[in-house]
Every structure is written in C-alpha cells, then in structure tokens.
C-alpha cells in the first residue's frame, strides 16, 4: 500500500512540473491569437492596428494584459474541476474538441501500437535466433531500412496506392458520414476499414523499430547466465528461447510501450490530415498556428495525463509479470 | 597520448571494427558520407539556377541522379545538402545521446533522494509530448537568430528522455553484476569503474540509440525549417523530400519516379550504415557477444 | 506456456487500459445528437449528388458569428441579393428581385414566395435583423445608416454620407447582408442587437465628424455590446435546433469533423429547377487528400494547386477530371519595406525591376499563373487591356529582364560592382533579406527564385522564413526589408480601386509604409497616388473621369514601383465530368468569374439554374 502512496506522490509531482513547464513555455510563445481579427477589422473600418487589435480581443474574450499568474490559477483551478479550459479560436471548451477528437485518435494509435509491439517483438526474436544466417540479414536490413523511411513519405504511398489506385481502401473521416453510428457488425467493420490507412502508416515504421530494439535485446539476453544454465541442463532450444530469453529481453520493451503511445498522440498531425482522418493531431497543428494558447495548453495537460496514468499501469503491471522486480 | 598508447588503442578498438563484416560496411557508409559532406561541396560546384527546360531529366553523365522539378541536378543538392543534414541532424543526434548518457548513467549510480530527483526531470521529458514542444519551444525562441549548435540543442531537448530512461535502467542492472562488484571489492576508483567497466557495456547501447535519433532528429529540423524557426537550406534532404512529394507530386507522375527514390535512398543508405556500424560495435564490444565468435 | 499468456494479457491490458482513460476522459455527448439529425434526412428523395472539398469548425455551431462561421457552407446556405459576374459586369437577381439606387437610398424589392428550409417565410424583417445583428457583432457596415421596411417584399437602405461609392456594389452581392439571421431564429437578440448598433454608429459618426464621444456613451456601448456578443457567440442554432434553418438553396444537416453533409432546401425559391439535391463536403484536411479525392472520383470539383507533370497525367489518371484556371483577382508582387533606406532609392527598385526574370519565377511557383513580363502599373494582368489603354501602356517603362538596363540604371545612379558585389554609392554593399510566409509553399518557391536571380547578379540577399502564425505580426510591424506578399487584389469589388485603395490607402501601404501623399512627377503634372485614389472613389460613376485617374494610377505605379507584381495569381478549378454529375460549363464560360472570394457560389449558381446535373 506505501508502495501506492509513494508512486502516486511521485506521479502528481512529476505531473505538476511537466504541466507547469509547457504552461509557461505555451504562454511565452510570440503571437496574438486576435491578430489575424485585428487586420481584417483595421481593413474594414481603416483604423490604426493598435485600436483594432484591442477590438479584436474583446470580441475573442482574451485579456491581453492578465498576468501570467492569474492565467496559472485560473487554468488549474479550472483543471481541478476537470476542466480542460477554453478554445478562443473555436470558442468551445476544449473537453468538447477532446470528446470529438480524441477517441478516434486512440483507435487508430492503440491499434497500431498493439499490431506493431506484437509482430515487431516476434520478428525481432526470431532475427536474433537465427543470427548470422540469411533470414537475420534480410529480417534486420528491412526494417532498418523502413525504419529510416519517414512515416509521412509512407502515409502518402499508402494513400496512393490503396486508395487512388487500388481503391481498396476509403478515402477520408473515420466511417462513411451516410451511416448510423451503432454497433452493428457493419459499422464495425466500416470502422476499422477507415483506420486502417492511418493505422498502417503509424505501425510499419513503428513495427521496424521494436524489431531492431527486440533484436538487440533478446541477443544481449541470449549470452546471460542463466540462459547457459539452461542450455547446459539441457532444455531444447525452442523451449529456452520462448521461456526465458523471449520475455527478458520483452520486458523493458513493456515499460517504453505506454510512453510511446503518448508520444503518437502529439505527433500524428501530418499522417491525420493526409488522410483526412479525424484525430486530436489536427487541433494540435490548428492551435499552434493560430496561437490558440488555452486549447494548447489542453491538448498538452490531457496527454501528460494519459501518460502518467499509462506508465503507473505500466510499472504495475511490469511488476507483476517480472518476477525479479518487487512493489517496495 | 603516448606511442603505445595510441598502439593499444588501436588494437583495442579499432581493429576489431575493422575485422568485423558489419561494422567495416556501416564504417564505410558512414566515411562516404562525412567525407561527402565535407570535400563534397568543394569539389562538387553547386548550380542552383532552375532551368525549366531541363526538368525531370533521367539519370546520366552529366546528371548522375537526374534533374528536378526545377530542372536543377539532384546529385548536386544531394552533396551540398549532406552539409546540413550531418551538421544539423548528427549534432542534435549527438545531443541527445549525450545528455541522455549523462544523466541516465548520473541516475542509474545515484541512490536515494538524488536519483530520484533525476529521476522525476526524467520522466517529466518523457511526459511531454515532444514534436508540439519542440515548436512551441522554437517559436519562443525564433527572434534570438540562433545558430546550429543551438538549434541542435533545441531538438536534443526533446530527444534525449527515453534514452535516459533506458541507460538508468541498464546501468542498474549492470551495476548489480558479478564483476563489478569485484572490481569495488579490488578498491579500484569509481570513475574508472563508471567510465571503463560499464562505459564498455553501454557503448553498443548508446551507439544503436544515436543512430535512432537521426531520423528522429531530422523529422524535427525539417519540421523547423519548413516553419520557419530553423534557417531554411532547400538542399537539405528533409526539405528536398517535401518538394518532390508535395510541389512536385512526384508519386504520382512516372517521371519523378527518379526524384523521390534518390532522395530517399541516400537517407535510408545514411542510417543503414549507422546501424550497421552499432550492429557491428554491438557486436565487438559485448565482451559476451565476442566470445561467441 | 502459461507466463507467455500472462504476458500478452498484461500487453493488452496497458494497451487497453491506455485506451480507457483517454476515452474515459469525455467522450460523452457525440453519437446521440447525430443519429437524430440523420432520421431526418431519410425521407427525401434522392436524385443527384455533389461531392466538394472545404473546411469548417468542429465543433460545428451553425453560428455565422461564432467563430469560423459556417465554413464552406456560407454560400449554400446564405444568398446575396444578387451575384455579380466580373467577365461580363452583369448582376444575377437572387434574394433581390430588382433594386433602385437615387442619391443614397437604396431600395431593394425583395423576391417574392421565399422560404426558410423550416418554411418560415422571409421577409424584410429577416433583412433588417440581419444589418443590425451584423452592425452590433461586426461594428460593419457603418455605411448603411438605417434600414426601413414599408412592407414584407421592400426594403429601404439608407446609406451614409462617408459611404463609398463601392459599397452598393458590396451591400448588392455580399452574402452576410441579407439572411444570416432570421428573425425567427435570432428572434431574441434582436432589441439588444438594435440598440448596440445604432449606438456604435452613433460613435462612429461622430467620430468621422472629428467630434468628441462623451465617455458615458462609449462605456455605455462597450458594457452593451460586451454583454449581446457574448450571448450570440454562444448560440449554437446547429445544436439547439438539431439543423439550420437557411434561406439558400442547401442547408447543412450532419456535419462531422471530416465531412459534412447538405441537404437542398424543399422550399427554396429555384427548387423546381434543382436536379441535385444533396452536397457533400469532405474536409480539406491537405493538398494530397484533395489530389487523391479528385483522382479517385471521390470529390467532384476543387481547386488545389497541383505540379505541372501531375496535371499533364491527369487524362491517363483519371480521363473525367478536366482542369481550367480563371484570375484569382489578385497578384503576388516584392514589397518593399520603405522605412529602410535602401529601398527609398527608386532607381535599385527599378533595377531589380529588370532584373528578375518574371516567366522563370511564375514556372517555378505557380506554373498556371499569369506573370507580368513587362508593366508593373497596379493593373491585374488579365484585366490590362480593359483598363489601360494603348496611349498609356507607350508611357510606361517596360521592365523586361535585362540584366545590361539593370546595370545601367545602377550605374547611372553611383553604384559600383566591386568583385562579384554591387555597392551602393556610400560604399555599402547592396545586402537585404527577403522574408517570406513558410507555410505557403508557392511563395517560399518564388522566394527562393527571387533570391537565386538577384544573388545572381551581385546583390547579397538571404531568405528568410516566417513562422506559422506570425505573418500578420510580422508584416505590420515592418520587421522585414523585402517580402513576399499579394500585391494588387481586387477581392470584394472587381475594379482598379480596390487594387489602388490596398497599394495606397489599405492593406499594402500599411505594411510598406510607401508615401503614397507625395506627389509624383507625371505627364500630367505632379499627383499623389493617395489623392488620385480618394478622387476616383468619388468618380466611380463617371466612366470617362475615372479610366482618366485610372491612367495617371497606372502610370505612378508602374514608374515609382510601391511593389513589384511577380505574378497574378489564378484558381486553378478541377471538376469531374460524367461520374457523379455533368453540365459544366465551357472554360470560356463567364459564369466561373465568379469564382474568387467565393467558389461555391459558382456551384451553387450551376445547380439552382438547373445547369449542373446528375450523370445518369
């Protein structure tokens, strides 16, 4: 039970930096979210752009010269009460543009994290097994090669490909608008159908790279001890490889796996928008352009927050399946 | 250094890179391209007026890897571009590896309110997400007219986590081995410890992580450049890539087939060699691995 | 074997559990509110279909005053009085039946039979809402003192006297004027409304006037408009409602962050006509999706720029896609900082005039683009030989590349080459940067073409990029030396005066600080471009006055360069012929002039008169 109360001490600590940090650093960015307003109302009415910049942020509801500290506690006051702040730009909270956004994005990033983990863990063993053969040659020069491929360059290949030429895959929105959301086994299937082209993109280059880091851990892990003890008592190979080496070396995979999804969550703004798929990375794009400082700093906290909670898991979990670790 | 040193040095360190198949390759990949990147722009003029009637033309003689979009030789972007992107790119990769060696190896020795302290600096980098950060960091610093250097350590900023996380946790486990436990008991110093015994361990480690970074490291300068917080360089690869993908759509015409699969090539051959060289390192310098041969 | 599966259920369960929490942290409201706006759509005969590409707020709010508005849905769902054709100068009747300028009323008869998609009547209780809600939120338009309705089909406009000439053109043809608030709907904003509105055209005016404004009035105004703002901006008709009624041809009824979906309008005035009655919208989420959409006969028509090499493919990529370009009304031009010293000098201005190689940097940037080869005289390209006569064009100094002129013209003025560098006469070398907005890639390419050409020539210039969101920052504050920025634009009313009035008197002045109130040695005596440009508002009706100030603005501009126009820019239009819908128009057409500032005003016009019509 200590072992809780502590992590958790830790965790709220860490949690308090990280939002502090990118809550000063958010507020320090140059830009006026009313500017581009303030023009178009000089243009209009032919007044001078200081006038028309203080209309401008009357009619966006932003007080230009609170002090950042009023803003600090308003913004955690309001986080208190599970309020994610206020989007000047679309004038709407944002847990409104994180309830709309935000569990397609998941989908498609769980999705890719749970298909890549999986077949970049198996690959990467396999590859280490058959060291200094052919299959480990042709296993680790793919992937370093897909891995060096940057992922919008095979977001725009897949697109073209499966979805202009083959026209296998639908073009664009995370199911075909003239369909009923439900549960039915058709829109279902329309579901993963739509992720799968943005799904694909996140997870081939993600799959190259748990299969580079499983290759390199699972060989370190084959020279160890205890995986000679075994092999001097006796145990066939197959049977050492998937008890003892396999899951050693998977194990530190599992700690970086929660923080990678977090990671996906900021980062997908290019892959979204070239596939026109409705995810939370298009916010983050739209408010850093705009300078919509309280819907970035929302995006910021809700995903500092999915990571936090994700690595307690994580360490749990870890814990529990690793035998040589214990809850202190 | 003395003669011999150096001697042992080489016997120690750099022979068996020589000897071993994947690290002479990725060494070789590697030179060609330090060595592109630095005599290249000499020997190779640069001519980057657009010639509209030279468009798209197909690998030859005179255009090793064709002409572009504007009718400029790709071949001579490619050499000239190297410069930043081993500049920009390696040293922000550097960086990273650096700060995160650091501090992860600082974490992994350090016990009670101290570790966890670097600990807790850790994980708040790990945290945030980085590539938002990095922008917004970028623009917050876009009037301070930074140079490569700096904007290297603006991109390592957010690089550097994950690869503390991992050398924290490798020291730990390293720590708790057999023989260095024996050289403590032998009363050896603790820097020679930390810089000789696990230096050693970490080395392949810390190599095939720099060589993840690059890709990371050149997504983020792209990135700036094309917004405008790094200074722009159209021969920079990352940059050459979005012209042919976007201003020139070059997947979809027959003709900038050739556009496309040189500028990608010469990236992917790039961090190839890298990793093959950290494969090689990896598997040299694993006093275990080693003895396997 | 067992621990392996321990091990895969613990992968799923952080996976999983990763999942929950972010889900668990508000998806809530998303589903329900959309199945019943689809119930809705059901029974509605389905014939033809238009699929397009736009952008729109998401959360989607339906407001036109809230934020974003309605996006690409305004010119669907709202309608003009009347559209205005710019090839032809002809105005198409819509909302208005006919209208009568005398002096500065405007009377406007109102068609008559016109409902709301709800079939609420309109009328011009609707019009009069619409200008005092658009007053009290926008403080625009200023120029029409007072709305009065003798009856439901009539209104009276009663413009004021600072009202430019221009503006009957705007209060004819611009899509906020007329429907954008229906008394039934904003019904309960419309006392405050009212009051805000005259109460700030009570400031304006006396402000116009150079009096004073008590303070009590101001504070009066601000605590007033405050309050009226903050409640409109947080209506949401799309969502308390569940639709919006409109009073154009399509309104919108489900609406996702990818795509959204319009319904025609049953009661709509042309709705016999209409052989399409529902628009599709997918989100312009990136330029490739729109490439890939049109190939893929996902989307019918757009307008993206698109490489040179992947529009000559397009017949093998796809033989129904068919392209044409019409002006975009605007040019993009070198501005000058004229703060900084070096710029003052006209003959550098002049010089780099000859020295850039105009063909070249439109082939580089916009391939589809008009370039101006040779006169920079404030005129946009396509539009030259209707506004500047032959007398004229003879006047004007033709700059056409000519590296030898450029040299001599430095030459003549004290500069010297010095090695491979010019310098200025005090010794300086000739060294400046070119700013440039990142996010927009033509101009970046342009930019980097510029550089390359004028670097060529022994200038010392370096490229720099501004930042994503900083470009209006940027620019107004004067923080650059040359830039990269539209030039001329005739955007709203398509005539000389807008391109003139944004060189000399708006947008572009205010950022290149030309002294547009010097007076300017010309064939016709010493004018300054500032004056020239007042008089020619005031001579708008007199045709032979106003081509006369015309020539002499020509003349100014092309001889003392404010900007150097690069090239005019063109909406490159692709549509889809034969797969979903047919009938469009020849490229000769003038009906696609209508295009800038507004594309869908086109689409609309096409389906309403019945033109644009299912392929099968």
Redo the contacts between chains.
């Keep these: 039970m200590n072992y809780f109360i502590n992590k958790t001490l830790?965790?709220l600590?860490?949690?308090a930096?990280?939002i502090s940090?990118?809550f000063v650093?958010?507020n320090?960015?140059?830009?006026d979210p009313a500017y581009g307003l303030a023009v178009s109302i000089a243009q209009q009415r032919n007044m001078q752009i200081e006038q028309a910049l203080e209309i401008a942020h009357k009619m966006m509801g932003i007080d230009p010269h609170e002090s950042i500290f009023i803003r600090y506690g308003k913004f955690v006051s309001n986080l208190l009460k599970g309020n994610f702040g206020y989007s000047a730009f679309y004038n709407t909270s944002v847990n409104e543009i994180i309830a709309k956004s935000l569990p397609w994005s998941l989908f498609v990033i769980s999705l890719a994290t749970f298909l890549s983990f999986t077949i970049g863990i198996f690959l990467g063993a396999f590859a280490a097994q058959k060291r200094d053969t052919i299959i480990e040659g042709i296993i680790?020069?793919v992937s370093?090669?897909i891995?060096?491929?940057?992922p919008?360059?095979l977001a725009?290949?897949i697109l073209?490909v499966f979805s202009v030429r083959l026209k296998v895959l639908p073009l664009g929105g995370a199911y075909p608008v003239d369909i009923e959301p439900s549960f039915s086994l058709e829109f279902i299937s329309k579901i993963f159908l739509h992720a799968l082209g943005p799904m694909l993109a996140i997870a081939i280059p993600q799959m190259a790279?748990w299969t580079?880091s499983m290759r390199?851990n699972t060989?370190?892990i084959m020279?160890?001890d205890f995986i000679r003890f075994a092999e001097a008592r006796g145990l066939r190979d197959s049977v050492i490889a998937a008890k003892y080496v396999r899951n050693n070396a998977m194990l530190?995979l599992v700690?970086?796996l929660a923080?990678s999804v977090?990671?996906m969550?900021?980062?997908q703004t290019l892959v979204e928008s070239i596939f026109n798929y409705p995810g939370i990375g298009f916010y983050?794009g739209k408010a850093?352009a705009v300078r919509d400082f309280g819907l970035?700093t929302g995006?910021?906290t809700l995903?500092?927050i999915g990571?936090?909670l994700a690595?307690f898991i994580a360490d749990f979990v870890y814990a529990l399946i690793d035998p040589r670790v214990k809850l202190k | 250094m003395k003669k011999e040193n150096i001697a042992n040095f080489y016997y120690d360190y750099i022979q068996p890179l020589l000897t071993n198949k994947k690290s002479l390759i990725g060494l070789m990949i590697l030179l060609f391209y330090i060595l592109m990147a630095t005599i290249g722009p000499v020997v190779v003029p640069l001519d980057?007026?657009?010639n509209?009637a030279e468009?798209?033309q197909k690998p030859s003689l005179k255009h090793p890897f064709g002409t572009d979009?504007?009718g400029v030789d790709i071949f001579q972007q490619i050499v000239h571009g190297s410069r930043s992107v081993i500049s920009l790119t390696l040293l922000a990769s550097f960086f990273a590896v650096l700060i995160g060696t650091v501090i992860g190896v600082a974490r992994g020795y350090l016990e009670g309110i101290a570790g966890?302290i670097i600990d807790?600096i850790i994980?708040?980098f790990?945290?945030?997400?980085?590539?938002?950060?990095l922008?917004?960091?970028a623009?917050?610093f876009?009037?301070y007219d930074l140079n490569v250097v700096e904007i290297a350590l603006l991109v390592a900023v957010w690089l550097w986590a994950?690869l503390a996380?991992?050398i924290s946790?490798q020291v730990l486990s390293i720590k708790s081995k057999e023989f260095i436990e024996a050289s403590k008991m032998l009363n050896m110093p603790i820097s020679y410890i930390l810089f000789s015994d696990i230096a050693k361990l970490l080395i392949?480690?810390i190599f095939?992580n720099f060589v993840?970074q690059i890709?990371g490291a050149?997504?983020f300068s792209v990135g700036l450049?094309?917004?405008?917080?790094a200074k722009?360089d159209?021969t920079h690869w990352?940059v050459m890539?979005n012209y042919a993908?976007?201003?020139?759509?070059a997947?979809?015409?027959?003709?900038?087939f050739h556009y496309l699969f040189f500028i990608?090539l010469n990236?992917?051959l790039?961090?190839?060699g890298g990793?093959?060289l950290s494969?090689g390192v990896?598997e040299v310098f694993?006093p275990?691995?080693r003895?396997?041969e | 074997m067992s621990k392996k599966v321990k091990k895969f259920i613990a992968l799923l369960v952080i996976v999983f559990f990763t999942a929950g929490i972010f889900v668990g942290c508000g998806q809530s409201n998303s589903t329900q509110q959309e199945s019943q706006e689809a119930k809705q759509q059901e029974n509605v005969r389905k014939t033809g279909e238009l699929r397009l590409a736009t952008d729109w707020p998401y959360p989607f709010h339906g407001n036109p005053f809230g934020p974003g508005g309605i996006g690409g849905a305004w010119w669907f769902a709202y309608e003009p009085f009347a559209y205005y054709i710019p090839q032809t100068g002809e105005y198409i009747p819509r909302l208005a039946e006919s209208w009568k300028v005398e002096g500065n009323k405007v009377t406007v008869n109102l068609r008559k039979d016109v409902k709301f998609s709800d079939g609420e009547p309109f009328t011009s209780k609707d019009v009069i809402n619409t200008v005092n809600l658009i007053q009290a939120m926008w403080q625009w338009p200023y120029d029409i003192e007072s709305v009065e309705a003798p009856d439901d089909n009539t209104v009276i406009f009663t413009l004021s006297k600072t009202a430019s000439s221009s503006f009957v053109h705007t209060l004819l043809t611009d899509g906020s004027m007329a429907s954008l608030a229906p008394v039934h709907v904003y019904g309960d904003f419309a006392k405050s409304a009212q009051e805000v509105a005259d109460l700030g055209k009570k400031i304006f005016y006396l402000q116009t006037e150079g009096k004073t404004v008590p303070e009590d009035m101001k504070a009066e105004y601000d605590k007033k408009s405050d309050e009226l703002r903050k409640e409109v901006n947080d209506f949401s008709p799309f969502k308390t409602l569940g639709k919006l009624p409109v009073v154009g041809a399509f309104g919108p009824v489900k609406v996702t962050q990818s795509e959204m979906i319009l319904e025609a309008n049953k009661y709509y005035w042309a709705y016999p006509q209409m052989k399409i009655d529902k628009v599709v919208f997918k989100k312009w989420s990136s330029?490739?999706f729109v490439?890939a959409s049109l190939?893929s006969n996902e989307i019918d028509a757009a307008h993206p720029s698109?490489?040179k090499?992947?529009v000559?493919?397009l017949s093998t990529?796809n033989p129904k896609l068919n392209v044409l370009t019409v002006s975009d009304l605007s040019d993009i031009a070198l501005v000058f900082n004229f703060k900084k010293p070096l710029f003052q000098d006209l003959n550098l201005r002049k010089a780099i005039a000859h020295i850039l190689d105009k063909n070249?940097i439109r082939?580089?940037s916009v391939w589809q683009a008009n370039s101006y080869e040779n006169y920079a005289d404030g005129v946009l390209k396509s539009m030259e030989t209707k506004w500047v006569t032959q007398d004229t064009l003879q006047k004007l100094t033709k700059y056409n590349t000519d590296m030898a002129a450029a040299e001599e013209i430095l030459k003549n003025a004290g500069y010297k080459k010095v090695g491979n560098t010019w310098q200025q006469p005090n010794g300086q070398p000739v060294a400046f940067t070119l700013s440039v907005?990142?996010?927009h890639?033509d101009w970046?390419?342009a930019a980097?073409?510029v550089v390359?050409q004028l670097n060529?020539f022994g200038f010392k210039v370096e490229?720099?990029?501004?930042?994503?969101g900083?470009r209006d920052q940027v620019m107004r504050s004067g923080d650059y030396d040359v830039a990269i920025e539209f030039g001329s634009a005739w955007w709203g009313y398509p005539h000389p005066l807008t391109g003139y009035q944004r060189l000399y008197d708006g947008d572009v002045s205010a950022i290149t600080n030309f002294p547009a109130k010097d007076k300017y040695q010309t064939p016709w005596g010493e004018l300054s471009p500032y004056d020239l440009t007042l008089e020619l508002q005031k001579n708008l009706q007199d045709e032979n006055k106003a081509m006369e100030i015309i020539q002499q603005l020509a003349y100014i501009t092309n001889e003392y360069l404010p900007v150097i126009p690069l090239y005019e820019k063109v909406l490159p239009i692709y549509y889809n012929d034969g797969y979903r819908v047919k009938g469009w128009p020849a490229e000769d057409d003038a009906i696609w002039s209508l295009a800038p500032g507004g594309i869908e005003r086109v689409y609309d016009l096409l389906i309403t008169t019945g033109k644009l019509v299912p392929a099968k």
């Design positions: 830790y965790l600590i860490v949690f930096i990280a940090g990118v650093l958010v320090n960015m140059p830009g680790s020069t370093s090669i891995q060096a491929i940057p919008f360059i725009v290949l073209f790279s580079l390199g060989s370190q020279e160890e530190p700690a970086s923080i977090g990671y969550l900021g980062g983050f850093i970035l995006l910021f995903i500092v990571v936090i690595t | 980057m007026n657009s509209f468009r798209y979009y504007f966890k807790a994980m708040v790990l945290v945030i997400p980085s590539f938002p950060a922008l917004i960091l623009a917050v876009m009037n994950p996380k991992q946790a392949p480690y095939i993840m890709k050149m997504e450049m094309f917004l405008g917080l722009f159209p990352g890539l993908l976007y201003q020139a759509g997947l979809y015409t027959a003709k900038g990608i990236i992917v790039l961090i190839y990793i093959l494969q990896e694993n275990r691995l003895g396997n | 330029n490739e490439w190939i698109m490489p090499d992947v000559e493919q990529l070249k082939d580089v907005y990142g996010p890639n970046v390419l980097k073409e390359q060529n490229m720099k990029l501004i930042p994503e900083m």
